[in-house]
């Protein structure tokens, strides 16, 4: 009875219907049972943790039955760009909730079971049972995730105003609201970090905290959930894909998404040179072609004269995203600039070739849908991290250049490359670098 719920308040809320290691997280989250990490490769859909949490809490209340999970999730990403797309997913999922979707009579009904239940258990906002909050710069905090303490949250902010604030430093807190906000982000609250490889300062922060608490026997310390693609070994009991979670058609789709890498020894100076030639290869192709390297300046450099040698056509082709753009320009390009919109719609058909340029500003969490990828050497984590942002629904097959320069001086990057052409499936004349060729790989390494 509450597996069948459960499928049929999911599809209500996100118009899909779950997969089996949603499913498989579900029943876990409703025992009680919080897995200390979950590690999914790229376009799985982590980011429906919220959802999955949103019912098993909400079934809870309505039997009320021990454990109970925490009431307010809070979200943390080490990027703005990739909050407000979280953002985005859960105010969605409120807007179905609170009827201001089109939906079927029978969803409809679903859902109003799950408004009363999160409704009973807020004491004062019972109208808008469900408070979403987004705490990162440049943007207003709403304030619903304080109005009332008892209400279901979903809180999303970046690791800076999430990690102050439960510090009692939240950035432009008075001092009289700083241990009111700690005790709302550090009491009652799953915390889900997400692509936590990246920030183990403050995974060991989190830790921390919740290792004190259980020490003074707090009646509801935070329970704590790293998200990643590219974890190796973890403390903790570990969520991941099992056998039969592959039987899935959508997941067997992602997992075997075709991609072919192919790794060319460049001159040590000759690394943008390459990278653009290779870039307009793909001019007739009708491609969305994605281009990551670590330097602002070579971005920058290659955004340039990929312009130049488009011609007049180029400004409206080629699109740019670093670090170094200030946060207000960055949402007004991922707002409005016609290359960005369309890298990040799936379905988007395109007349002409379409070029995206980035750092690391575009590798984590950002949800990018691009054909083929061209890149610099890089360590391991973050060459999953571009592979992911390529070829992600598996409809095509996608082609990797990854460019190394000679007498490579980084260690970490030249070793990377040397493991991937000693321990990849060979391909063509390429390397398997499809998300279940990278899982196999991790799994090695962390058998080691």
Not at 297 to 305: F, G, M, N, P, R
Request: hydrophobic letters at 40%; aromatic letters at 6%.
């Amino acid at each position: 009875m509450i597996q069948l719920e459960f499928d049929r308040i999911f599809k209500a809320l996100t118009g899909y219907n779950p997969l089996s290691w949603q499913k498989r997280l579900y029943e876990k989250l409703l025992s009680g049972d919080v897995p200390a990490s979950i590690d999914l490769p790229t376009g799985i859909g982590k980011t429906s943790i919220i959802v999955i949490w949103l019912i098993a809490f909400a079934m809870q209340a309505i039997t009320r039955k021990a454990p109970c999970l925490p009431r307010r999730l809070i979200y943390i990403v080490n990027r703005r760009t990739v909050v407000d797309q979280a953002t985005q997913i859960a105010e969605k999922i409120r807007k179905r909730l609170l009827g201001q979707e089109e939906v079927s009579p029978d969803e409809r009904a679903v859902l109003d079971f799950l408004k009363a239940a999160l409704q009973q258990v807020a004491a004062i906002e019972k109208e808008l049972p469900l408070a979403i909050s987004t705490l990162r710069g440049e943007l207003a905090d709403n304030e619903e995730w304080k109005a009332d303490p008892t209400r279901p949250a979903i809180i999303i902010g970046t690791i800076d105003m999430i990690g102050s604030k439960l510090l009692f430093s939240g950035y432009g807190d008075s001092y009289r609201m700083r241990p009111h906000h700690a005790g709302l982000i550090g009491q009652d609250a799953l915390i889900v970090h997400d692509e936590a490889h990246l920030t183990p300062a403050f995974s060991e922060l989190l830790c921390a905290v919740k290792a004190e608490q259980l020490r003074s026997n707090e009646p509801r310390p935070i329970r704590i959930i790293e998200l990643s693609a590219t974890q190796r070994k973890t403390q903790g009991e570990k969520f991941c894909l099992e056998e039969e979670d592959s039987q899935d058609d959508f997941v067997q789709t992602r997992l075997n998404a075709e991609k072919t890498l192919h790794i060319h020894r460049v001159e040590r100076g000759k690394l943008v040179e390459n990278i653009v030639e290779r870039a307009k290869d793909y001019q007739s192709h009708r491609s969305k072609i994605l281009i990551y390297v670590h330097s602002p300046e070579q971005a920058k450099e290659i955004a340039s004269k990929l312009k130049r040698a488009l011609g007049r056509s180029g400004g409206d082709r080629v699109a740019l995203l670093t670090g170094t753009i200030r946060g207000y320009e960055r949402d007004q390009l991922l707002q409005n600039n016609r290359v960005f919109r369309n890298f990040m719609d799936a379905q988007s058909q395109i007349e002409e070739t379409l070029y995206l340029v980035c750092t690391s500003a575009g590798e984590v969490g950002v949800d990018l849908y691009a054909h083929h990828l061209i890149c610099d050497a890089t360590t391991l984590e973050s060459l999953i991290q571009r592979l992911g942002r390529v070829n992600r629904d598996g409809q095509h097959q996608a082609h990797i250049d990854l460019f190394v320069e000679e007498e490579e001086t980084q260690g970490p990057y030249l070793a990377t490359v040397e493991l991937l052409e000693k321990s990849l499936p060979q391909k063509g004349d390429g390397f398997d670098v499809s998300p279940r060729a990278l899982m196999e790989l991790l799994n090695g390494l962390n058998d080691l």
